[in-house]
């Protein structure tokens, strides 16, 4: 009987990871850097294949922008975290940012807005929207040349490495990386 009662909460929380798409393929109740590191060896460990996929080229970007401001801002994680893990991660930002033709210096809460913008865009058809979402100084190359970019995503070694680092920091937290 206890269990028909949290049904309506359960519910609730379904609803509300559905009304934010940010929410929909994050793991991590709330914790968008916990969410983002443990899909981080899905999403980020070999962004080779997400060529042809801009939206989830888009998304993967949003998770490295996460985790990296996660590990180093976040007092959550940034006083716990091993200095090999916020330096992995930084890296990583680094290397999506060249990747995509993110400009160092840009905000990341305006990366993280603007790559969400465009990842939404594009899944309901509309490039030109997509395009609007990633034109300013954020995008130096301009929005075309992100989009592109985007949908011909490489490799990324140092994306990979941050995107293991801060799946290894996450379960070392949980107490899930413990041998025993």
Known sequence: M???????????????????PAAQHLGGFGDPV??????????????ALLAGQPARAARAAVQMEILAQ????DPIYSHEASGSVQHATALGRAEMRRAIGI?????????????????AALDAGSPARAEAALS????????????ARLNRLP??????????????????????????
């Not at 009662?5 to 609730?12: E, G």
């Not at 899909?39 to 980020?44: G, I, N, V």
């Not at 995008?139 to 075309?144: E, V």
């Not at 490495?161 to 413990?178: C, K, N, P, T, Y």
């Open 136 to 147: 300013g100084p954020a995008y130096p190359a301009g929005a075309a040349a992100t989009l």
């Open 2 to 20: 206890r269990s028909l009662k949290s049904l309506p909460l359960l519910a609730l929380l379904a609803l509300g990871a559905c009304a934010d």
């Open 70 to 73: 996660g590990f180093s801002q």
């Open 34 to 47: 916990r969410g983002a590191a443990l899909h981080a060896p899905f999403m980020l460990g070999d962004t």
């Open 103 to 119: 400009a160092p210096d840009a905000s990341p809460a305006l990366v993280i807005d603007t790559l969400r913008d465009a990842a």
């Open 155 to 180: 490799y990324l070694p140092r994306v990979a490495e941050a995107a293991g680092a801060a799946w290894q920091e996450v379960r070392r937290r949980d107490g899930s990386g413990r041998r025993g």
